[in-house]
């Protein structure tokens, strides 16, 4: 069963809840907690001070209701451990993680990123405009390869797990789904499908062991389709339709949408999107390399949340309701069609000429 999925867990947005107006925890393990900037399903986040430190920070508290359940506790836990393991300057990066006594809830210690999601920006401007676009598909494929390279997928790549740091770079968020390549650990068993239906591979929703890389860099290209059009490449009512337009390998190419986007661009995208993981680049170096050499891309503004509204300045509305479609969050096995469980999808990389030839079909 698909559930909405409607807030980036670790993002501001544009109505701050101070939790002295709420009755919610001042204190959580040593840092004041100023205003409540982010909510989704599973956690609350906040912006908080950390007093020993001297810097601000995001606090990440786990939902009362999931704190008994093993999974979820698993989970958020496995995100503050990788977030403080994996060092790279286009991933969040946590500082901490426990159970504070005191409130008796789960915390994560984040670095505290200034700006919106992707995900809130395509809300407000509808498209992403080009050289942004490439600046931000660039950093997140260089933070993927750094993921891979050290053994992990992440599964759950989207626009609301892409943050905008106000200098200007872009950075992957939540990894609490990352699992390690090639080995079956008990997340797995959580849900054959889990991640979000709307950018994960058709392979990840029949069973999210099988993933790879590949893996990443279809949701990377679903993303990347997301920013530059608009819209998401399959875009069905449930998650049972839109693996099922998966698994026909149709989809309007980003050019057809609108043909302002460069067919270099167009290329890229649809060799992101491929059904068959051997077509796909092998790897996210490849791909951050092939969007590179476009030399389209551009810095990214600083759209940080405040409240100026002054000239020349991005300001942003509250994306709580944003103008695309809501993610779908799978938890639950798809019912893959009998017809389209082939093995292609546990062969090993095919040769960089089957891979041109298959392209050129």
């Known amino acids: 069963m698909a559930v909405p999925d409607r807030a980036s867990e670790n993002r501001a947005t544009a109505r701050d809840v101070s939790p002295e107006n709420t009755g919610e925890p001042r204190m959580v393990a040593g840092h004041r907690l100023l205003r409540r900037i982010g909510e989704g399903g599973m956690s609350t986040v906040y912006l908080g001070y950390d007093l020993a430190g001297n810097r601000p920070v995001a606090i990440k508290l786990l939902s009362e209701n999931l704190a008994r359940q093993k999974e979820f506790v698993h989970r958020f836990y496995r995100e503050g451990s990788l977030s403080q393991e994996l060092v790279h300057p286009q991933i969040v990066h946590a500082f901490d993680s426990g159970y504070d006594t ?138 049972e339709e839109i693996i099922r337009l998966k698994s026909r390998d149709s989809f309007h190419p980003a050019r057809f949408v609108h043909p302002d986007i460069p067919l270099a661009v167009d290329a890229i995208v649809s060799t992101c999107l491929a059904l068959d993981p051997r077509v796909r680049y092998q790897s996210a170096s490849q791909l951050a390399d092939e969007l590179e050499a476009t030399r389209l891309a551009t810095p990214i503004p600083s759209f940080v949340w405040d409240h100026l509204s002054s000239p020349g300045r991005h300001t942003l509305e509250d994306p709580s309701g944003p103008k695309t479609k809501t993610d779908l969050k799978v938890f639950d096995p798809p019912v893959p069609d009998p017809n389209r469980l082939t093995d292609l999808l546990l062969l090993p990389p095919a040769s960089p000429e089957a891979c041109a030839a298959s392209v050129s079909r």
């Open 102 to 239: 005191a409130i008796n809830r789960h915390y994560l210690v984040l670095e505290f990123v200034d700006g919106p999601s992707t995900h809130a920006v395509l809300g407000h401007l509808g498209r992403v405009p080009l050289g942004i676009t490439i600046r931000i598909a660039s950093d997140i494929a260089r933070a993927l390869a750094y993921l891979h390279a050290n053994g992990y997928v992440h599964r759950d790549v989207k626009p609301d797990n892409i943050l905008l740091h106000p200098e200007g770079s872009a950075k992957l968020a939540d990894l609490g789904l990352a699992k390690l390549i090639d080995n079956s650990s008990h997340l797995t068993s959580l849900s054959h499908g889990v991640g979000t239906s709307y950018y994960m591979p058709y392979e990840q929703a029949l069973n999210s062991s099988l993933v790879d890389g590949r893996s990443d860099v279809f949701a990377l290209g679903a993303t990347l389709y997301h920013l530059l059009t608009g819209r998401v490449p399959f875009a069905g009512s449930t998650h």
